[in-house]
């Protein structure tokens, strides 16, 4: 079972920023925070992945609490592009390591 | 350049037959997984390979069986195809084993059995 908790849905204006939630109160001491997102008919993409650290890269930013106990994808710009199931996988590092999808967050971009 | 990639792209076929899904990547990664998404939307992992050994075999019928002919190759052939077997699978690859796991997903094989 995921281990993690998120809405089920969310609606974004175009252009706005988009602010996803994620709950992984049970995360352990070497479990990263990942984010993928699916967008309709294609495969996962990797998003974004941190430990501790906040994290930024050219597609969006990953807060983490302190407590590590959740986390917030934020899309600074969302685009109609961006529309997409998000899902939020904690899973220890190395390639050898699961990643169990929940049921994540539908993000709908609107004009 | 397609980095994961996948044949077919869709597969229809009979209860009861055997088939294949072929996958390769062009990544240099040395670990390959199987996904299954079924109707619910639910992604969940199949298999995992390194370096061709299996390393993940999630409760999988032995009607699945993957096949690594080389590290940039996992194919998956299912025998005596059932109606549950109808779902999206997905292909992925990682890189050598590093601090984080980040995977390549390909674009996916519809199975549909009739």
């Known amino acids: 079972d995921a281990k993690t908790t998120q809405p089920t849905s969310m609606d974004c204006a175009e252009g706005r920023a988009a602010n996803l939630p994620c709950n992984h109160s049970t995360i352990s001491g070497n479990e990263y925070v990942y984010w993928y997102r699916q967008i309709h008919s294609q495969g996962p993409q990797y998003i974004i992945h941190g430990l501790k650290n906040n994290e930024t890269n050219e597609m969006a930013s990953l807060i983490i609490t302190e407590d590590r106990k959740s986390s917030t994808l934020i899309l600074p710009h969302a685009t109609l592009r961006d529309t997409a199931v998000y899902y939020c996988?904690?899973?220890?590092?190395?390639?050898?390591?699961?990643?169990?999808f929940g049921k994540g967050t539908k993000l709908s971009v609107k004009p | 350049d397609t980095a994961v990639s996948q044949t077919p792209k869709y597969l229809v076929t009979q209860m009861g037959n055997d088939k294949s899904i072929k996958c390769e990547q062009n990544?240099?990664?040395?670990?390959m997984y199987w996904y299954k998404q079924d109707s619910k939307k639910f992604l969940k992992i199949m298999f995992s390979?390194?370096?061709?050994?299996?390393?993940i075999n999630e409760t999988v019928p032995n009607r699945f069986s993957p096949k690594s002919p080389d590290k940039a190759h996992l194919n998956l052939h299912i025998n005596s195809l059932e109606l549950g077997d109808s779902a999206v699978y997905f292909c992925?690859?990682?890189?050598?084993?590093?601090?984080?796991?980040?995977?390549?997903f390909g674009p996916g094989t519809r199975l549909t059995v009739l």
């Open positions: 390979y390194n370096n061709k050994e299996l390393i």
């Open positions: 992925a690859s990682s890189p050598p084993q590093g601090t984080y796991n980040e995977q390549f």
């Open positions: 990544l240099g990664h040395d670990t």
């Open positions: 996988i904690v899973s220890p590092g190395g390639s050898q390591g699961n990643l169990i």
